[in-house]
């Protein structure tokens, strides 16, 4: 039986005062004994005035609440960070590692037998399962949901793909300042994620793909009532597991077949790079190190299948009546593994034989018949990655994946965004736009910088995409020919650091290399002067532990005391 009330007594030196003190604080709220005698869900709040992605939490919690007690177990609710992409300085992925830190902990210093955790705002799943990953109780995932699609002159609108679009089109002097301003109002029409391929739908579809969440919970509308029944279901699961002693934890989840299983759909769906990192330090959490020469074979025999923005046209919602994950993982059956558990109880293979096929659905392809014959995402190496680098070539101009460009460098964030639009910077459209020190130490927190804007002037021109690379990410809503996630970065004596303006930068995506085309005494040369810089560490605080424990993106830029296969036994 579980212990309920009991567990992680607070310390007093007596243990019966413990319980006798608690029982007395918590009946302040009007609970009966009979209540407080039941296994506790606990839930996981992460509703924020400053997340709209996540504004129908209060509406998931009650139905979640509901589904918990129906099945004769207590929820109790309570709050965590919660991360919002625009309002997260100076970047979201800088706060990652601390809402995976305060989650965990109030996990684990709270009574109770299992937990729902609700997210769904790019890094909000991401810290939830590393949290969980790291945690001894059961965990069950509630994606908030896609928003619903907008509409302007005619076209449909989905955030964030379309966001950037429509900004290119503006700074192009193609739309004017009231035409934007109106696309503004209508790009996020609801509350709810980005509703196009971006980074929370590749991390909601991979959580469902990995056996975390209910089938289909990573699709559904955020404004729909079945995400509501979704969220009372997930109650009931989450009860059950809190009552079953033997039930199993996410690393009992988390297999390593359950992680290939995520890299053939990530692979299939046009998912995020950004997902990359993620796993990278979900493994991590396991004590594994994500497979990147398995996900770039995966990404050689498996096709993109999914029509979504940014690699295709449609959204969630559209892929949510295709059938979601369960009719993506049919689609790829002859690579996925079935046996991989589930939070619910079924097997990967169950879900998959229960799939009734959408007559006429077009926007989940077949293998035969795929919507580009690349998968998503090529890992490349190289003289300027020896640790490794991404490239979502399914959103990428095919004519650029094999190119050679004249370098032109911005030394960090701050200088590309001084000096990218003035009219004296010598760029020509086939030049490589470099961005450096934008990594997890060099800016820091890795922003998503990596979507370098076309300088204002070659914009004008009607230029609309360059090679662009750097150690910095990309949205996953973003699209483009963009080399990310060098690793090492450049303040992390990466070799990123000693290319200047003029040198000749050299991609082969076909090959997978990414080099700079100078001779080899030369590099190493100018690598002797960038192995021992330091980089600033600030004086106190997050910001310190952040600078000083970070890891690169390889390693899934989680802190290196948190990535162990042991669990904490506190
Ligand atoms: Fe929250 Fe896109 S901004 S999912």
Known sequence: MSNGLRRKLTSYGDQGFSLFLR??????????????????????????????????????????????????????????????????????????????????????AQPMDAVVLIGGCDKTLPAQIMAAASSEIPAIFLPTGPMAVGHHKGERLGACTDCRRFWGRFRAGEIDEAEIADVNNKLASS???????????????????????????????????????????????????????????????????????????????????????????????????????????????????????????????????????????????????????????RTIGEIIDA???????????????????????????????????????????????????????????????????????????????????AGPKGAPGMPEAGYLPIPRKLARQGVKDMVRISDARMSGTAFGTIILHIAPEAADGGPLAIVRTGDRIRLDVEGRRIDLDIEQAEFDRRMLDVVNRPSPAPARGYAKLYQERVLQADEGADFDFLQSEELDAR
């Open 191 to 345: 509350i709810g994620t980005c509703t196009v391929m971006g980074t929370a739908s590749t991390m909601a579809n991979l959580t469902e793909v990995m056996g975390l969440c209910l089938p289909r919970a990573a699709s559904a509308p955020a404004v729909e009532s079945e995400r509501v029944r979704l969220a009372e279901e997930t109650g009931r699961v989450a009860a059950r597991l809190a009552m079953d002693e033997a039930a199993p934890t996410v690393r009992d989840i988390l297999t390593p077949q359950a992680i290939r299983n995520g890299l053939v759909a990530l692979q299939a769906m046009g998912g995020s790079t950004n997902a990359v990192v993620h796993l990278a330090a979900i493994t991590g959490r396991l004590g594994l190190r994500l497979d990147m020469a398995e996900l770039d074979r995966l990404g050689r025999s498996i096709p993109l299948l999914v029509d979504l923005q940014p690699s295709g046209q449609h959204y969630m919602e559209q892929f949510h009546e295709a059938g979601g994950v369960p009719a993506l993982l049919k689609a790829v059956r002859h690579e996925i593994d079935g046996s991989a558990p589930t939070v619910h109880g």
């Open 355 to 437: 799939v009734i096929d959408g007559p006429g659905q077009t926007i989940i392809r077949t293998v035969e018949k795929p919507l580009k014959p690349i998968g998503t995402i090529a890992v490349l190496h190289g003289n300027l990655a020896p640790r490794g680098a991404v490239i979502k070539q399914s959103a990428a101009s095919k004519d650029l994946l094999q190119h050679i460009g004249r370098a032109v460098v911005f030394d960090s964030v701050e200088d590309m965004t001084l000096r990218i639009d003035s009219d004296d910077l010598d760029v020509h459209p086939d030049d490589v736009l470099v961005l450096r020190n």
């Open 23 to 108: 029982k007395a604080f918590i009946k302040a709220m009007g609970y009966s004994d009979d209540a407080l005698d039941r296994p506790i869900v606990g839930i996981a709040n992460t509703y924020s005035d400053f997340n709209p992605c996540h504004g129908n939490v209060p509406q998931l919690i009650e139905a979640t609440k509901r589904g918990v007690m129906l099945t004769g177990a207590m929820p109790m609710v309570f709050p965590t960070i919660s991360i919002h992409e625009s309002f997260a300085s100076p970047t979201s992925m800088y706060l990652r590692n601390l809402m995976a830190m305060e989650t965990e902990e109030m996990i684990r």
